[in-house]
């Protein structure tokens, strides 16, 4: 039996499931555990199961210790482990694609329904108990048939998206290191086009690239410049990915006509110039925040720290970023 410690709270189904392997020890209180507490809590575990709020770096596996073997992230996002870190230490990185992809697209385009037909604007008004009545032009939005959806980054989640606006009648324009299949771009009616391109012709941009140092501010005050003064973002990948302060100018600016934000640069701070738009909706992090979906997580995640503690491939390790080194 191993020992393996679980970092935050997940649910039971992962948790049994590592129990009946071995030795578990889990944070189970509802606020996520401190720098501090964190690096005490996980001395001497064989596998670590970890949380995106956590940051998995050389102090955190050393501080584990040598034995440590496995760390099994549960997100698909893995930019809060330092991999190679990990490699030069022999600890396999494990991450949960494909279990939250539906979860997430849904996120992504329900902000962008959202903010293109301002329904957050419209619950707002009542909420506040605002008065109000119909009328022809009150609150008009824009409607999403017949408009150019943009994917930055066409993994899964991206694919997922595009499948969605497709039925919606958008036609997609994607980027990506790699072009997607002639099946595939075929199914989506979809077209690999530059950067640049996409930002000049997208009705809505919406980000469902992975955050990497190269990704780091990827929509900043210039990409901004670039989108249509109607076009409206869409952000459920991580948040660094875009430049908030610069989204917050461009807003102002008219540059873009709206947001719809699911990731913050600075979580869980969102910077105070988004908070009085009302053209901008913001969730916090709900992406994946379904009971099935967070399950299917803890249970991949569970799998993967079971497989590499019984010396087997792990189901899910950390990939390679496409076209990257
Ligand atoms: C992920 O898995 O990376 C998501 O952000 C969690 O919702």
Not at 8 to 16: A, M, W
Not at 47 to 76: I, K, P
Not at 139 to 168: H, N, S, T, Y
Not at 250 to 261: D, F, S, T, V, Y
Request: hydrophobic share 45%.
């Amino acid at each position: 039996m191993a020992r393996i410690v679980v970092t935050g709270r997940i649910p039971s189904d992962g948790l049994d499931l590592l129990r009946r392997h071995h030795e578990v020890t889990a944070w189970d209180e509802d606020r996520a555990i401190t720098r501090e507490e964190l690096l005490g809590f996980v001395r001497g575990a064989d596998g670590l199961v970890t949380l995106l709020t956590e940051r998995v770096d050389g102090e955190l596996l050393d501080a584990a210790g040598e034995q440590l073997r496995v760390v099994a992230n549960v997100a698909v996002g893995f930019n809060n482990i330092d991999v190679d870190a990990c490699v030069t230490r022999g600890v396999t990185a494990t991450n949960t694609p494909g279990v939250l992809t539906e979860a997430t697209a849904d996120t992504a385009f329900t902000l962008m329904l959202m903010a293109t037909r301002r329904f957050g604007e419209g619950e707002r008004v009542i909420r506040s108990r605002t008065p109000w009545q119909w009328g022809m032009f009150y609150l008009l939005g824009m409607g999403i048939q017949g408009k150019v959806l943009g994917i930055v980054g066409a993994g899964a989640i991206g694919i997922a998206m595009a499948r969605r606006a497709k039925a919606f009648g958008m036609s997609v324009l994607y980027t990506g290191p790699v072009p997607l299949t002639p099946e595939v771009e075929a199914e989506l009616g979809a077209r690999r086009v530059e950067f640049g391109e996409l930002l000049r012709t997208s009705d809505v941009v919406s980000l469902h690239c992975p955050y990497l140092p190269e990704t780091h501010h990827l929509m900043g005050a210039h990409e901004f410049e670039l989108m249509k003064p109607t076009a409206y973002l869409v952000n459920s990948a991580r948040g660094p990915i875009v430049d908030e302060a610069a989204l917050v100018a461009a807003l102002q600016a008219g540059e873009l006509a709206g947001a719809g934000l699911d990731v913050f640069e600075n979580e869980p701070s969102v910077h105070e110039g988004l908070l009085d738009m009302d053209n901008v909706v913001l969730l916090p992090h709900l992406g994946s925040a379904t009971t099935e979906t967070r399950t299917a997580m803890a249970v991949l995640a569970a799998d993967n720290a079971i497989a590499v503690l019984a010396g087997r491939d792990p189901v899910t390790p950390v990939t390679p970023v496409p076209g990257r080194g």
